[in-house]
């Protein structure tokens, strides 16, 4: 039997932040599109080079840990950043509940 349904990307427009999990660096961004595997995010042109880092997506009320798997230039001084989707480990769960909450002040 094969499968019909598939896993398509849809638009969902929400600010973003994206946390480099080795050097724990922020990245502000737009989510493009989101679907349950990825999600592609339009950035500045000037953040480093994201493709092949981990990271934690923070975006409206979900949380994504994925790794950057592709980025292209845009016209207008913005990249598009793609990520593929990651199981939490433990050791990122950890982190979560230990580095992400409110600030305080």
């Known amino acids: 039997m094969q ?5 398509n990307r849809v638009e969902f427009l929400a ?3 994206i946390v480099d999990k080795e050097s724990l660096n922020k990245y502000y961004g737009q ?12 950035v500045d042109e ?3 080079n994201l493709v092949t880092r ?3 997506i923070v975006a409206e009320t979900m949380i994504m840990y994925a790794e950057a798997v592709r980025e292209d ?3 207008n001084g ?3 950043v793609a ?3 990651r199981k939490f480990t433990p050791e990122v769960l950890q982190y979560l509940f230990e580095h992400i909450g409110l600030d305080e002040g």
Request: proline share 6%.
């Open 15 to 17: 600010n973003s932040v």
């Open 83 to 85: 990520f593929k989707a």
């Open 31 to 42: 989510v493009k599109n989101i679907s349950p595997l990825g999600i592609a995010i339009t």
């Open 78 to 80: 913005k990249k598009s």
């Open 3 to 7: 499968e019909r349904r598939t896993i």
């Open 54 to 56: 981990d990271v934690i």
């Open 73 to 75: 230039k845009e016209n």
């Open 46 to 48: 000037r953040i480093p």
